[in-house]
């Protein structure tokens, strides 16, 4: 009647865990000899293969949570831009796409992420050394972009737009040649970080 129920990643992941966990606890505690070729099989399965799965399962439902505006929003550092957001007298760019749903999720890491072959492995590597920094608390303000902005990203969503291209036109050669970027005519972007903290 209301279809069937849905089990999270985040689910399936812990009870593969939980049955690794109770069948090597299991085993260890059966009472089969010791050195059958049996036991060694089911020993391998319990503590490789199973918890192999979890591992895989689990590392896979973090990366895809990282995806997420909430993830990144999840260090303290981050919560002015957070709140630039959801702040409904906020004109910056970020602020805007955010509040009219021009990117429906994932927003923080669908602009920052480069559309190339590694893009996505880079942001996600990225991800992770911030993660680093918060936790060691060895970040350091005012936070900065690492690297140039690609602002082809930019084109990705809005380069095949009707009214894009119509007030753009002009401007595409030099922005794909990076003489001209987005926020030369549209910044700020975010919040200024310097008058959060």
Known sequence: MFGSPVISPHAVAYGVGIIAALFLISILLSRAAPESPGRHWLLLFAIVMLPGVALTLGTNTAMEDAERPEFCGSCHVMEPWMHDLTDPNSTNLAAVHYQNRFILENQCYTCHTD?????????????????WHFTFGTYTLPLHIRGSYRFANCLRCHGEAKNFREKHEALLPQVASGDVNCLDCHAPVHPEQAAAR
């Open 115 to 131: 559309y190339t072959m590694f893009g996505t492995l880079n942001a996600k590597l990225a991800g992770m050394r911030h993660l």
